[in-house]
């Protein structure tokens, strides 16, 4: 029996029926790790006292099967944890140099959820640095692996979380989303993952990127295991202002059908720059809730090509503002033996930063700097504004949008070393993230490269709080994928 191969749901049967422990569950996934993370460094940190919270499970569960209580969904079950996410007395680093030596005093409010919920935490994923990248190459610790192919980048930035559910060293794990963080390294190495709604979870104890983006949300085997780990992390937190609870009515009717589904197809996500090979495969997806009796309807999202141009002004400009507190003086990297205070400033920041964070500060630094804000940083966000709109007016039309997650498969390491060409791997995801509306990316198919078989991921998008809506479309879609 495999325990690594199972999904959230199936753990929860297989402890109920006493088929295996969560002392087992937890060495059967160190195990894999022990394994394949050697090769694939999709953990930066695997956490020894999982074993001593898997024994102290096996007795908690004991006592609530012997009193037929309630067991939580998430009960004795190992997540990965992004390495920008805090957990009390475990190291965050966010990928970087500057925050390598960093203790978390507190949790955040997912990992206060999760503990209640008794899950077990495995250990911290690898990530690109501070979350700004879209491959892990950025990461100060080594790049994370694409399980079905080493030689090709799994994504980024939340690059190590979706590596470890790919490769089996997690049965889930926790991921961020800026501009395509969960999404995009999902549909790259062929697992589920959902951004939600912006303030659907709680933001506290989250290495801040750019905050009016950010979003905490599940990578995981199917849509069902995204659905439980949203579930239990969802809703207001006193410590997140921006974080909310919805109502029934505002949570939808229930389960659709798919053939009451009316999705919308942007054109423009069809257009220059999309590998002919992903757009077959997702066009062959959207055929299929087609037959199943579902409306397709072209859709035009006018202002989709500035999304890329707006986002690369608002997240800098947000960098620069929120990194300003890591100089080298309350905590993190030091540089050794300053001059004086501007020198420890100056050496401890260049030192404890990598390239990629330091162009974002320069170039966000700029934005917000006299005589520019009016021109870069208020324009982007009336562009912002338009963008929003867009999905407004397509969603009075349709329940959902479809397309591509990404325009081309895993590319290989050093691949795209020109930043720019970087930044057009998350084209078709930062629109939703500049909205603040949920999307799910779940694996519609597989295309050929040299000779490796690499996923390709549908991109689901919705109006705000529709998660349930485009997770009960993506797990349609699953079981049917499955079947091919």
């Not at 996500?269 to 072209?298: C, K, S, W």
């Not at 507190?325 to 420890?344: C, K, S, T, V």
């Not at 030192?351 to 170039?363: A, H, N, Q, S």
């Amino acid at each position: 029996m495999d325990l690594t191969a199972f999904t959230i749901q199936r753990i929860g049967r297989g402890l109920c029926k006493k088929e295996f422990s969560v002392s087992e569950l937890v060495a059967a996934y160190r195990q894999c790790i022990g394994e394949q993370n050697p090769t694939i460094n999709a953990y930066l940190e695997v956490f020894d006292d999982a074993r001593d919270h898997a024994a102290l499970r096996d007795r908690e569960l004991a006592e609530k099967l012997e009193n037929n209580e309630r067991i939580p969904p998430l009960f004795g079950v190992p997540i990965a944890i992004k390495d920008n996410i805090l957990i009390r007395g475990k190291t965050a680093s966010a990928g970087s140099r500057m925050l390598a030596p960093y203790t978390a005093s507190y949790d955040a409010g997912v990992i206060r959820k999760l503990k209640e919920q008794g899950a077990i935490f495995l250990g911290r994923t690898n990530m690109d640095e501070f979350a700004m990248g879209s491959s892990t190459e950025y990461s100060a610790f080594g790049p994370a692996k694409n399980p079905r192919d080493a030689s090709r980048v799994p994504g980024g930035s939340s690059g190590g979380s979706a590596a470890a559910v790919a490769a089996g060293m997690a049965p889930a794990a926790l991921g961020s989303d800026t501009g395509g963080s969960i999404r995009q390294p999902a549909a790259l190495c062929g697992v589920t993952g959902l951004k939600p709604t912006y303030g659907r979870v709680s933001r506290s104890g989250l290495i801040a990127m750019a905050s009016s983006l950010d979003q905490i949300g599940p990578l995981a085997q199917t849509a069902g295991d995204a659905r439980i780990l949203f579930d239990a992390i969802a809703g207001r937190d006193e410590y997140d202002a921006t974080s909310y609870d919805i109502t029934e009515r505002e949570a939808g009717s229930g389960k659709r059908e798919v053939k009451d589904f009316i999705i919308g197809v942007p054109k423009e996500y069809f257009e220059q720059g999309l590998d002919p090979d992903i757009e077959q495969t997702v066009r062959n997806a959207i055929q299929m809730y087609e037959d199943a009796g579902a409306h397709i309807e072209e859709v035009t999202l006018p202002h989709a090509e500035y999304a890329l141009s707006a986002y690369y002004i608002v997240v800098p400009a947000e960098v620069s503002a929120n990194l300003a507190r890591f100089d080298g003086i309350r905590y993190g990297y030091r540089a050794a033996q300053p001059e004086n205070l501007l020198d420890a400033y100056e050496k401890s920041r260049s030192e404890g930063f990598g390239p990629e964070v330091k162009r974002r500060l320069m170039l966000g630094t700029h934005i917000l700097s006299a005589g520019y804000y009016d021109a870069y940083y208020l324009t982007a966000q009336k562009v912002r504004r338009l963008i929003a709109r867009d999905f407004d007016e397509a969603f009075a039309r349709v329940d959902l949008l479809m397309g591509p997650t990404t325009p081309t498969p895993a590319f290989r390491f050093g691949e795209k070393s020109d930043p720019v060409s970087m930044y057009l791997a998350d084209m078709y995801t930062v629109a939703v993230n500049l909205a603040g509306i949920p999307a799910l990316s779940i694996p519609a198919g597989y295309v050929r490269r040299d000779n490796a078989t690499l996923p390709v991921g549908l991109h689901l998008i919705g109006p705000r709080n529709s998660e349930d809506l485009i997770l009960d479309a993506g797990e349609w879609l699953e079981e049917r994928v499955k079947n091919h």
